[in-house]
């Protein structure tokens, strides 16, 4: 009995292993036969996805379609056909079959970058503005006991000092030059290296918005760091640079002088 067992038990095993051992090896595809079969398969999936609306395929599917008695009517097909091959709109909106993504036109893009170059525009303008113009010369300047004045201005294509040129002609740009008087009113010395940090800036008819300008001679506003004497007087000068057509009608100036985290402006 106990033969038989092992008989039976060897038999099992040698028709297992001949079995086994036929048969053709798997089918090797090209990969154009595969790109075809994985394109059928993203394809057949979109199709038949409920939740897809965008895409390849709009795959929601109306009460009774899946019936076989079901018959579309004709406006049904005309929307269906409509939805398939969407036209061009007025905004010229496309759709990537691949992502389901919405394609920008070249039309949308120059629209954002228009949008963009507005909005930096904006920004300038509501920077310029923000700022308190309401204080006096003296007030914006903000150098405790001396009182500043600005007695006139120039506009020149180049800055000349003591018979020898300190900014030198820019195409397309114009030097403004302000003149400004001060006079130490207190009753001490006054040292303006403590108020070296100041910035200061100028606005033409309340638009462009310039940086003064770096000049090496020893009375301008923005680097002077000597001191005054009580009772001193001393004449200044603060250049800006703009353009041609910035400085072709000038109505306003206003000065905006930056210190401290705080900006302070006033109407020249």
């Given at each position: 009995?106990?033969?038989?067992?092992?008989?039976?038990?060897?038999?099992?095993?040698?028709?297992?292993?001949?079995?086994?051992?036929?048969?053709?090896?798997?089918?090797?595809?090209?990969?154009?036969?595969?790109?075809?079969?994985?394109?059928?398969?993203?394809?057949?999936?979109?199709?038949?996805?409920?939740?897809?609306?965008?895409?390849?395929?709009?795959?929601?599917?109306?009460?009774?379609?899946?019936?076989?008695?079901?018959?579309?009517?004709?406006?049904?097909?005309?929307?269906?056909?409509?939805?398939?091959?969407?036209?061009?709109?007025?905004?010229?909106?496309?759709?990537?079959?691949?992502?389901?993504?919405?394609?920008?036109?070249?039309?949308?893009?120059?629209?954002?970058?228009?949008?963009?170059?507005?909005?930096?525009?904006?920004?300038?303008?509501?920077?310029?503005?923000?700022?308190?113009?309401?204080?006096?010369?003296?007030?914006?300047?903000?150098?405790?006991?001396?009182?500043?004045?600005?007695?006139?201005?120039?506009?020149?294509?180049?800055?000349?000092?003591?018979?020898?040129?300190?900014?030198?002609?820019?195409?397309?740009?114009?030097?403004?030059?302000?003149?400004?008087?001060?006079?130490?009113?207190?009753?001490?010395?006054?040292?303006?290296?403590?108020?070296?940090?100041?910035?200061?800036?100028?606005?033409?008819?309340?638009?462009?918005?310039?940086?003064?300008?770096?000049?090496?001679?020893s009375n301008d506003l923005s680097t002077f760091k000597g001191s005054m004497?009580?009772?001193?007087?001393?004449?200044?000068?603060?250049?800006?640079?703009?353009?041609?057509?910035?400085?072709?009608?000038?109505?306003?100036?206003?000065?905006?002088?930056?210190?401290?985290?705080?900006t302070r402006g006033t109407t020249i």
């Amino acid at each position: 009995m106990k033969t038989n067992r092992i008989l039976l038990l060897a038999s099992v095993l040698c028709f297992s292993l001949i079995a086994t051992g036929c048969g053709e090896p798997l089918y090797e595809m090209t990969s154009e036969e595969e790109a075809i079969i994985t394109l059928y398969a993203s394809k057949a999936v979109a199709k038949f996805n409920k939740n897809q609306v965008i895409g390849i395929a709009n795959a929601r599917v109306k009460k009774g379609e899946l019936d076989d008695e079901y018959v579309p009517d004709e406006d049904q097909e005309d929307q269906e056909n409509q939805e398939e091959v969407p036209e061009e709109t007025s905004t010229e909106e496309l759709i990537d079959p691949e992502t389901g993504e919405p394609i920008a036109s070249e039309e949308s893009e120059d629209m954002e970058s228009s949008d963009e170059g507005a909005t930096g525009e904006t920004s300038n303008d509501e920077e310029s503005s923000s700022a308190d113009t309401g204080y006096s010369f003296t007030n914006a300047v903000g150098i405790e006991g001396v009182e500043f004045t600005c007695s006139e201005f120039d506009v020149t294509s180049e800055y000349k000092a003591s018979s020898s040129f300190v900014l030198t002609q820019i195409k397309g740009k114009k030097y403004l030059v302000l003149y400004i008087e001060a006079e130490n009113k207190s009753d001490s010395a006054v040292d303006f290296s403590k108020n070296s940090n100041r910035e200061y800036s100028l606005s033409l008819n309340g638009g462009e918005k310039s940086k003064s300008q770096y000049t090496p001679v020893s009375n301008d506003l923005s680097t002077f760091k000597g001191s005054m004497k009580p009772g001193e007087k001393k004449s200044f000068i603060i250049v800006f640079s703009f353009s041609n057509s910035a400085v072709e009608s000038i109505s306003s100036l206003e000065l905006y002088v930056t210190s401290d985290g705080s900006t302070r402006g006033t109407t020249i």
